[in-house]
């Protein structure tokens, strides 16, 4: 760990990215498990390593690459965090959220996340989509805690829009464009890496939760601090524990979002041309 201030480390991090890719990116995406294949449609892309970036942790879990992807996707400038990071590979969640203050550096004011989520709602199917309305912080961190620098946002940072109305609004009617309809509901974000008991899943069902997931709710907080509008997704990978009568397992987690692999793309470069 270097003395400078995390400021700097922003600041030096988004330096380099910038000589690298040498534009200015809107729109950030963060690409959850097996859906970093957006990357591949950027036209002339510029690929950054993390191990490259000064500060920039490194991603360990099967299925996310670890590099940062800049370019054009339907005209806009686009920056792809092609595989995040998450609290149970053992960072800290201001660890996981760091690329986010160094997309807002770089000036991105649009922040588009995904991920893999067990479904909680009964209603929902495998393969569904589902738009993040709102989320519950199960995690128990925040990587807000701390000393706060008003240069990055305000102390006590307003949540009560996490997920951008207006952008799930446009998710819908992208998606209605292109006849299919998308779930919406509240993702709620733990630790991990454990998958939930029967029990657990059904608690967040009473509190009010349609999806659960390992990932997210840290990024999405510092997004929201330094004021970068943000829309979420979960693919739905796998029935939570519990609700149908088999074990879960990381491979239907990759089988699912392989299979919905073609429709998370169109859905997402149609909300790219639409922004
Ligand atoms: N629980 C937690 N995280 C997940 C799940 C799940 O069922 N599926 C994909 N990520």
Redesign the pocket.
């Given at each position: 760990m270097s003395t400078s201030t995390v400021i700097e480390q922003i600041r030096e991090a988004a330096a380099y990215i910038r000589k690298e890719i040498g534009a200015d990116p809107q729109i950030g995406l963060i690409l959850g498990s097996g859906l970093g294949v957006l990357a591949d449609l950027i036209e002339h892309p510029t690929v950054v390593p993390y191990s490259s970036i000064p500060h920039f942790p490194v991603s360990t879990v099967e299925g996310h690459a670890g590099e940062l992807v800049a370019g054009q996707i339907q005209g806009k400038q686009v920056l792809i965090m092609k595989g995040r990071f998450h609290a149970y590979e053992g960072y800290g969640v201001e660890t996981v959220s760091f690329p986010v203050r160094v997309m807002k550096e770089l000036g991105v004011a649009t922040l588009i996340v995904t991920n893999?989520?067990?479904g909680i709602n009964t209603s929902y199917n495998v393969g569904d989509l589902m738009v993040i309305s709102d989320h519950l912080n199960m995690t128990f961190r925040n990587p807000l805690i701390g000393p706060n620098d008003n240069a990055l946002g305000v102390r006590f940072p307003d949540m009560s829009e996490a997920y951008s109305r207006r952008l799930r609004t446009l998710a819908h009617d992208v998606a209605a464009k292109m006849d299919f309809s998308l779930q919406e509901g509240v993702y709620v974000g733990?630790l991990?890496p454990n998958?939930?008991t029967p029990a657990e899943i059904r608690m967040f069902r009473t509190l009010g939760a349609d999806a659960?997931?390992?990932s997210t709710v840290p990024e999405v907080i510092v997004a929201r601090h330094a004021g970068i509008e943000v829309l979420g997704f979960s693919c739905i990978?796998?029935m939570?524990?519990g609700i149908l009568d088999q074990p879960?397992s990381h491979a239907e987690?990759m089988e699912t979002t392989e299979r919905v692999k073609p429709k998370f793309l169109k859905l997402v470069l149609g909300i790219i041309e639409a922004l």
């Open positions: 893999a989520a067990g733990l991990g998958y939930e659960v997931g390992m990978s796998n939570a524990a879960l987690v």
